[in-house]
């Protein structure tokens, strides 16, 4: 179905930018070329929507910002897992205590349907006791303004490509816990093309979360991750700049669908 839709289009839109994924890109446009199909790479999307979190389906509970605000720059780990994405019980558990035994200041997006099963996540016992004071668990949050946040250093990830694309605009390192699609290679990406954060795959073990933490928020691993992110969210920001890749493939567009 993708790919007659493809080959029966005047041209496809990519959500990532030129400097992100050059040879991918390059790929992409040899192979549809013979065809006669344009591909226009005019991402970040979200870094040109006017409407920003308020396009959230879910309710966002603003109060972790406030709650960032009191943290030290660079100290909390954000960790979501999208919108969509279910756990079992067993590896939300060890998630829990991988984050209490970590040690760090975390923000913890629990949202409704999260545990497979059940509608409303119960946090393990004794859980909220042995974070108290340096964890903050919310439903929903503003996830864009929270990877921009000064406080957040590094993002726990389901690694959906719009939460890749946010945290690498935002220069946040990620730790990668990919569960089916795209989100898998693009936690291979995070690894080892990009070289910006962890992939952890298989079950959830709370001791190889601890040490994963661990290694991407303080250890050299994560020095590493940290300066590679900062890199590309310079290379994102130029490309939307007004001679960027980003405009120039806005402006290709519109000058190929006046052509039509």
């Known amino acids: ?25 390059e790929a992409i446009r040899d192979e549809l070329a013979t065809s006669g ?17 308020a396009g959230s389906l879910l309710e ?40 209490a035994n970590s040690g760090k200041p975390f923000l913890w997006v629990v949202r409704s349907g999260l545990v497979l099963g059940s509608e409303d996540a119960e946090l393990p016992e004794g859980f909220e006791r042995a974070v108290r004071g340096r964890g903050k ?12 946040h000064r406080a957040v250093g590094g993002f726990r990830t389901h690694s959906g490509w719009n939460s890749t694309l946010e945290s ?10 990919p569960f089916f699609g795209d989100q898998l290679a693009n936690g291979r990406y995070v690894e080892d093309v990009w070289e910006i954060g962890t992939l952890l795959v298989g079950k959830m073990e709370r001791g190889e979360i601890e ?27 130029e490309s939307l700049k007004n001679a960027g890749s980003t405009q120039l493939a806005v402006d290709q567009l519109v000058d190929h669908i006046l052509t039509l």
Not at 1 to 15: D, F, K, R, Y
Not at 137 to 148: S, T, Y
Not at 214 to 226: N, V
């Open 37 to 53: 199909i344009r591909a226009f790479a005019i991402g970040p999307l979200h870094k040109l929507s006017t409407i920003g979190g």
């Open 1 to 25: 179905m993708a790919t007659e839709t493809t080959t029966g289009s005047p041209g496809i839109l990519i959500n990532t930018f030129e400097a992100l994924e050059t040879p991918e890109l």
């Open 137 to 148: 668990v919310v439903r929903w949050a503003p996830q864009q303004e929270v990877l921009a």
């Open 211 to 237: 040490h994963a933490i661990a290694r991407l928020m303080e250890g050299g691993d994560g020095a590493t991750a940290r300066e590679r992110a900062k890199e590309l969210k310079t290379k994102s920001v």
């Open 60 to 99: 966002q509970d603003r109060s972790c910002v406030e709650w960032l605000d009191t943290q030290a720059a660079g100290s909390v780990l954000y960790v979501s897992f999208g919108s969509v994405a279910p756990v079992h019980r067993h590896d939300f558990n060890e998630v829990a205590w991988g984050l």
């Open 168 to 177: 690498i605009c935002e220069g946040v390192p990620m730790l990668c816990s």
